[in-house]
């Protein structure tokens, strides 16, 4: 039903374009004679008819979208584009803080991933000079750094320690 609407729809906004196709074969005399013959008639004039049909602004929404159409920028014309250029707006503007977000998020995941492995051998160098630092301080090498350097008088403890106990 709606499709035999619209195609009776179409076929009257032709029906303009035909009478004026046919004047330009049969030539301007054959027009503006017709033109003279028929005042009473309540139609279009001639010149209301190019009015008509000559408007870029409002030209039919074609169903069929070619590639041709789309690079050519034809399909910019249609009002239904004109209608929605702010959302198609809003749309790419999205799109490019998505992009730039997530080109920055990677950034920041790189920064994280380095200060990762700075971090890892920081905490290695670390534990190595906490495990020299220990190795060097237990008594008997320190007992055996000191005999080597002749130049202390500290010896090992003979008898283990035992406390004082003061009465109060």
Not at 1 to 13: A, F, G, P, T, Y
Not at 25 to 30: L, M, T
Not at 143 to 162: G, I, T, V
Request: hydrophobic share 35%; net charge negative.
């Amino acid at each position: 039903m709606k499709e035999q609407d619209e195609k009776e729809q179409k076929l009257s906004e032709q029906e303009p374009l035909k009478e004026l196709l046919e004047a330009a074969e049969n030539g301007k005399e054959s027009l503006s004679a017709e033109a003279e013959q028929a005042p009473e008639e309540e139609g279009p004039t001639l010149k209301e008819v190019i009015e008509e049909t000559a408007r870029e602004d409002e030209q039919p929404l074609s169903s069929q979208f070619t590639l041709r159409k789309i690079l050519g920028g034809d399909i910019l014309n249609n009002r239904s584009i004109r209608r929605q250029i702010w959302l198609i707006l809003l749309i790419v503007l999205f799109t490019i803080i998505y992009v730039a977000n997530r080109y920055s998020c990677q950034k920041d995941l790189i920064e994280i991933d380095r200060l990762n492995n700075v971090f890892q051998k920081a905490k290695y160098k670390a534990l190595s000079k906490s495990s020299e630092l220990t190795e060097m301080s237990r008594e008997s090498n320190v007992l055996e750094a000191l005999k080597a350097n002749n130049d202390s008088s500290l010896k090992q403890a003979s008898q283990p320690p035992y406390f004082i106990e003061i009465p109060q």
